[in-house]
């Protein structure tokens, strides 16, 4: 049996991918289990999709903690969230990158395959659809199931044109590591993957790292424990000469990650989520958003 | 000792007296038969300025229950009584409160669930929060309907426990009965039961944030604190009651009541306004030699495990009344009274018996059935059914089920 | 964290690090709505997009006490708070108010609504309308507007999405005879902090509907929540007006109309309307929506006594 999981954020199709993967393996003759890590994540949260391939039907049902492969589709997530987390010591990774993923946090040394999607995926779609050119790389490399039994599952789930661009942006990624792709060896780092930003309020139940409160009550403004700027994919930069400290970002960011400290706007970069409101809404353009790069 | 005051009284007016002796801060509740007089009580209490408390006539049950979930949440103490579609409409509510552990009190004033509709007492409402996470303490008769009241916010309130506490009240039969029942003096009842000190609870100065989600981080660990609360209620149940004993010189038990028990070889055992009529069984058939005894179970939840196997002794078989019916199974309390002697040092046989269902009439012929057929039992060395239903109408009945 | 920020949050009645989507507008009426309140205040929620993003065990943005019980109870849950208030003798320090969305307002929880409204309770419910259940999967609710596509109303070839309109709520808040009403929008902050002050000097029970854009459940990009918003209003498909005891009607004028379709091509949820034959009927629909608005709430009259920021 094949064990993999599929690292995402909310809304980036892990889920979707990790469906596809067991309807593809279905069609090759295997048997298959996908499913979600429950819960209310909201988009743009670190989400989980778990998938199981063997010859005979899957009978287990528990998260996969000891993968044979893990699938990166986010290139921000390894700094925050332990994608290797039980890795076998002859499992794989593949991550969307066009860099080499050695600078990032990593728990455990492993072969990480840094494949270009977004790049395949914006030449197809012009959008940032990553998963069908992970699973071509994927099916290139451990040949679990085919390409074609890929690019089938895709049309069939997306019938039309876009069933036919999944299908290409498959092939490219697939083509990629044919034409000769290896993986970059990565090295445990010092620092931990996903570590939390130490809580030293009061000591006090319903606090993170204290013992549970027995009403499940929680104190308040912990959330300033829980970062969410990982969750970003563009960050906005203020222009400091444009801005004249009006404050109609601050107003308007859904996420109090932005405030007018004399007269000038400041982002904390440590919560805002990229959202585009701020550059949006400032009438003196003094707000740009800029892609992040791992 | 506190003397109190013996007067013939109402069932419902006896819990509304002991409510307003408890001074409760907000109360609030929906009409339903056979509650209606308690909340009546209290609200014509109100509007004579003999209570203080906020009385809050509900949109529904569902309502009433929430408006204490936010009143209890706010750190005061709070009430409400109702029955059957009543209390089953607050369910959700319930099951909310036990495990953010606040500690509202209620009467469940027992009554059959529809279909069919009916106002005739049985234990099918209350029991439908058997596994909700609260206290359930069942009473039989108008003193002890009483004096649990007082008892129950008491354990409720208690730092240890802080549970939702619902006593149960056999509807008409109790609810609507006149007899004497001693009230006592409102100092007397403050000095037993101190204002609610809550532990946690929503005040601007240290803002709380009640009613977080979680998964499978930590849900297991909040319903384990949850069951240990119960589990501890167990010894508070007992001291309360004891205290009470030296206060006002009542006891009815604490998590069970025993009667001649000692060398009985057949032992009863029931909950709520049956009680009263077995105690006489009891004494009747005792005079006539036959060797029967019987428990009152007080506290179904916690439930009373370790007295339980401790009362039965040696007892040959067990009969076990049931006013709730697990559909497809067998008694409710029967399950649990099998449970708890399971692993007993002498097993007895358990007979359960469904009897009292929708008010139906339990008197002295039908408990000296019920001791020939545990008789009958305990010749044969086994129980024939694991659910028998007592004065069942077979007649009736369409063919297929004769 | 940044630094020369950090201190700040400790007088912060909604911090950052809860977990909405990127762009969402009920959290941006949620800080608009805390800059009137202060922090003598409780806030009530129930079951929904604002409570699951915040109130995830241990983690909590609120500054402020916060209950949740259920989904369908909020306003019973704040009566029973306004009542232990008063029992605390805090009745009139302490606000209470709701902040809840509309499934949990206009359908499950409007019989607890109409008993708090009817008993008078002083509780201030304020109503986030993101248009659906979001915290579900976006399905639609009675607040859903015509013709949008949700995942129970979805849009398909013999459908055109929720053939109902929505449910006035407001009106129905009104015809409690409570002391204040009012609707507004997140595009609007000022207005909407300007309105919640009032409902909260005012005793008795008051309603105020807040239109919040949801970047999920619409289908636009999360940049655009607010002009999204901002459109809402200027087609006149969301009125912006408060009705209280001293003055029947005031409106937010509508001097230039903006005409419905440019509010709704850029939204997925209407996106049907736009690519199959034959739909202009719907659009016709809702644009006839938007123009009785116009004259039921006199939104084109001159007038400007209302700031217009
Ligand atoms: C009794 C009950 N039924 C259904 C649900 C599931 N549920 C939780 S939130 C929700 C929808 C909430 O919609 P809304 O009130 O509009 O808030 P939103 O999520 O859109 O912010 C539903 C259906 C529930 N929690 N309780
Ligand atoms: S992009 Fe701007 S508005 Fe959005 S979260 Fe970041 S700072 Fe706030
Ligand atoms: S689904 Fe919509 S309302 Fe819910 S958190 Fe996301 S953006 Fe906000
Ligand atoms: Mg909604």
Redesign the pocket.
Known sequence: MKEIRLHGRGGQGAVLAAELMVVAAFEDGKYGQAFPAFGGERRGAPVQAFVRLDARPVRVRYRVNQPDHVIILDRMLPNTVDVLSGLKPDGLAFMDSEKSPATLLWSVDAPVYAVPATRIALEVFGQPFVNPAMLGAWAAVTREVSLEAIQRAYQHRFPGSLGEKNSRAAQKGYDFIRAGATPVQVKKSEQTPGGVIKWNREEVAGVPGQPLHFASVVAARTSLAYPTGSWRYSRPVVDPAACNGCGVCETFCPDSSLMIVDKQAIVDYGFCKGCGICAEECARNAIQMVIEEA | MAHGKLSVMEGSMAIAQAIKACRPDVVSAYPITPQTHIIESLAQMVANGELDAEYIRADSEFSAASILAGASATGVRAYTASSSQGLLLMT?VIYYLARTRLPVVFTGANRQVTAPIGLQPDHQDTMSFRDAGIIELYVEDVQEAYDTHLQAFKIAEDHDVLLPVMVCVDGFVLTHVYEPVKTFEQADVDAFLPPYDPAHYMTPEKPMVFGSGTDDLNTMEFHYMNHQAVLRARDKIEAVAREYEAMFGHYHGGLIDTYATEDAEVILVAMGSVIGTLREAVDILRGEGVKVGLIKVRSFRPFPTEALKQAVGRAGAVAVFDRALSFGFQGVLATDVKTALYDAPHRPLVLGLMAGFGGREVNLDTVREIVQRARRALDAGRVPHEAEFIGLKTETLPQVFV | MDESIISKYDEMLFTPGHRACPGCG?SIAVRAILEATGPDVIVVS???????FTAQYPYSPWGVPWLHV???NAAAVASGVEAALKKRGLADKVKVIVI??????H???LGALSGMMERGHNVTYIC???E?????GV?R?S?TPMGASTMTSPAGTLAWGKEQPKKNLPAIALAHGIPYVATASIAFPKDLTRKVKQALAIKGPKYIEVHSP?PI?WGFDAAQTIEIARLAVQTGLVPLYEVSEDQPLQVRKLPKRVPVVEYLRLQRRFRHLFEAEGRQAYLNLIQAIADENVIRYKLGEQNSEIDQN
């Open positions: 959700e | 009920a129930p079951t929904g997009c604002v409570e699951t259920l989904f369908e809840g969305g509309d499934g949990g307002t359908d499950i929880g986030y309308d993101n659906a259940y979001m915290n579900t399905q609710s607040a949801c459940g």
